[in-house]
Structure formats: C-alpha cells, structure tokens
C-alpha cells in the first residue's frame, strides 16, 4: 500500500468490489522505469503489485494499462531525469503485471488525462463506465494529475453518476531521503484528492472476503 504513518490508512473505510457500477480500472505507469531500473525508480512501490493484481486478475471488469513512453528527446526532461524512453525496458510493464495487460495507453507527461489516446476515451468511451478507479504510481504526480483533471472534466459537463475511485493499497510514490519523502507526498496527495470531491478508500475488497 502507500507508504503512509500508522493509523493513517485505517481512517478510509472500504468497499466491495461487488459495489462498483460499470467499472474502469486504470493502471498507471506501472513499468520498470519507476519500479525496477533507471533514474526514477523505486523497488518498494513494487509492493502495491499484488494489491493491484488482486483487484484486476477477475475478468468482470476493464482494465486499462497506462504507460509513460517517451522519445529520447521530449520536453519533460527539463524537470525530471531521463526515463521510460521509447523502445527501452523502462518503458515496459512490469513482468509480474504482464498477464493482466490487454488495453493500454501511452502518455508523453505525467498527466493521463492529457493523453491523446485518453482523449479519444473522453470522445468515445466514458459512457461506456461509471466507477473509474485508478490504481498505480506516483501518487502525488501522475495518479494525484490525472485524477484531479478528471474530476474536473466530469464536473464541467455534469457527469454527476460518474465517481472516482482511488484504493490507497493499490497506490504509492517514490522515496529519495532529504528530497522526496514517500510518506508526506503519499498523505498531501490522498488528502488532496478527498478534498476535491475523489472518493478514497482503504482498499477494495473481493466478494468473496
């Protein structure tokens, strides 16, 4: 789960799986450029890997794999160390996630929702789901960007039916100690998110638990 202090996590209740309503669950760059090698990565967030597969591995429900996936030259460099270039590893979802994959997005920022291809979902799909979960890493980048301007899109054209969903066992960030603590980034973003109206849970549970 994310890294969190005690008691923190327990302050969420859960749900059951079986309560979501024509559900979407997206996972967000869960590649080896930030779990397993290069610049950006962090090992520990890979303990989030079976939280997610436990949520995703029934068939009743779309799963969409969001990649980061950039050319060797893009402006996001600027900001953030080289990662995830184009026809690397980094780029490459994680082996243990790979039984999973069927659908998957690529993206060029941080933020999915900026995407082309989620673009296009907008366009085409989002009546298709209700419930949308997102599930992955950072969550004080690309979960905390993507589910904040989402939220916002479906306020502007009124999609009162439609709810956010993020698990925070499903969820985490990196951790480099005296920079970018794991912890204080994990709790901002998840409280940031509650208070912009995205519903928070502890986790998801099965229907048969």
Not at 134 to 159: R, S, V
């Amino acid at each position: 789960m994310a890294r969190v202090t005690d008691g923190f996590i327990s302050s969420y209740p859960s749900i059951k799986k079986d309560e979501l309503v024509k559900p979407i669950i997206f996972v967000v760059d869960m590649v080896n450029g930030f779990i397993k090698e290069g610049s950006l990565h962090d090992e520990k967030i890979n303990l989030i890997t079976s939280n997610i597969i436990n949520l995703i591995e029934d068939e009743e429900q779309r799963v969409t794999f969001i990649c980061d996936s950039h050319p060797p030259k893009t402006r996001e460099f600027i900001s953030y160390p080289s990662h995830c270039v184009i026809g690397t590893s980094e780029s490459e979802i994680i082996d243990e996630l790979q039984p999973y994959v069927d659908d998957v997005m690529k993206k060029n920022s941080t933020n999915t929702f900026t995407s082309s291809a989620f673009q296009d979902f907008l366009k085409t799909r989002i009546d298709d789901y209700q419930d949308i979960v997102i599930t992955g890493c950072c969550t004080d980048i690309c979960i905390l960007q993507f589910a904040l301007c989402l939220n916002a899109w479906l306020n502007e054209h009124n999609y009162v039916k439609h709810r956010i969903i993020v698990p925070i066992d499903c969820v985490d960030t990196y951790h480099i100690d005296n920079i970018h603590d794991s912890i204080s980034n994990n709790e901002f973003s998840i409280k940031n998110m509650e208070g912009n109206g995205i519903k928070i849970v502890s986790f998801i549970e099965r229907g048969n638990e």
